[in-house]
């Protein structure tokens, strides 16, 4: 059953045109991930979702019922922001009930709300306090509580993690998982951290310029990028990138022949101008790259040491190469060090459409 369907949606300020005939189909229970830069129209495609952005053209419907024009309390839906918007005067208690007392529910009804909201939120002892006695991450849930409440099928998030450190955001994202995981509500989550997105999403929507360019799950969108955009956009450290020419079955550059034997092309192979990108860690070192389709000696420039991994930064071909290696490697800068790759696990890409290929 659809959840969510945005169909063929735009939207204009003016001249400007901020969002461009977008379709999404989002199946009932699906936790779906709005991830772009700054600018791209995600946090704007979520608002009109919400009903606080009218749509220029197109439709929206949650649940089967067309909700284009629909207020946002008419949506059934629940909205957590950025920022946590909680009432200073009011204890936890009183900013989860607020909407609720608002919209004269019985008062056993209130609270068995409330305590099944701090239940799942594990913010029971906090319920008598006030938001300045909280930390960032017991706001955020609070803030999540408020919309968990109204016991909603679909929950709107606007990058309600980017306030917070890193370790409350790497904390409160397991919560935010485990809430989808035991709820099993529609969840559409905005952000610009791709760790955020891969690690919560069932699917991704890429978005650039208010148009999305891949909507697929993590693992095909991270192996199978659709475009140049979307494979440089997902990955830390970015994808290595070499520019240059499918000649028959090789990748030369001014430097370099790669083999392309094993590699699947999409629409059958022609010579052309194109880009191939292979990720840090599908690059191995030392022995292991002795038995490669492609291999060659580079000298190590800079070594990052990481904990659980080491990234080491050298040139290839002329290009910038970024290696991840394990942890423990024994390796430092001016280093000769082998380097290889299986050109399979890479990706080419047309260089005027920049297209899979």
């Known amino acids: 059953m659809t959840s969510v369907l945005v169909k063929d949606l735009t939207l204009k300020f003016g001249a400007l045109t901020v969002l461009d005939t977008l379709n999404i189909d989002i199946p009932e229970g699906e936790f779906l991930v709005l991830l772009g830069a700054s600018g791209c129209g995600k946090s704007t495609l979520l608002n009109c979702i919400a009903g606080l952005l009218d749509v220029t053209d197109g439709e929206i419907h949650i649940n089967d019922r ?156 991270y192996n199978r990028p659709i475009n140049k955009y979307v494979a440089g956009f997902i990955g830390s450290p970015e994808i290595n990138f070499f520019e240059g020419r499918i000649e028959g079955n090789h990748f030369v550059t001014d430097d370099l022949n790669i083999p392309l034997a094993e590699y699947a092309f999409q629409s059958g192979k022609l010579d052309r101008p194109a880009w191939f990108g292979i990720r840090p860690e599908h690059i191995l070192s030392g022995d292991m790259a002795r038995d490669l389709p492609f291999s060659q000696e580079v000298e190590i420039e800079i070594v990052e040491p990481m904990g659980s991994d080491t990234l080491a930064w050298t040139t290839l071909g002329g290009h910038p190469l970024r290696i991840r290696m394990d942890g423990q490697a024994a390796v430092a800068s001016g280093t000769r060090l082998l380097v290889g790759f299986d050109p399979a696990r890479g990706s080419f890409f047309d260089a005027a459409s920049e297209l899979r290929l």
């Open 66 to 221: 067309n909700v284009t024009w629909a207020e946002p309390s008419e949506r059934g839906i629940g909205m957590v922001f950025q920022s946590y918007a909680l009432y200073p005067q009011m204890t936890v208690a009183g900013n989860l009930s607020f909407g609720l007392r608002n919209a004269r529910m019985p008062k056993d009804e209130i609270a068995a709300r409330v305590a099944r909201a701090a239940e799942v939120l594990q913010i029971e002892p906090l319920l008598d306090r006030k938001p300045a006695a909280l930390s960032g991450g017991q706001r955020q849930r609070v803030a999540i509580g408020r919309a968990l409440v109204r016991d909603v099928d679909v929950f709107l998030f606007d990058e309600p993690l980017s306030n917070l450190d890193a370790k409350l955001r790497a904390d409160l994202r397991v919560e935010i998982k485990r809430l989808h995981h035991n709820l099993k509500n529609t969840m559409i989550y905005v952000t610009h951290d791709q760790v955020e997105a891969m690690t919560l999403a069932d699917r991704i929507a890429i978005m650039k310029g208010g148009v999305i360019q891949q909507l697929d799950t993590p693992t095909e969108i």
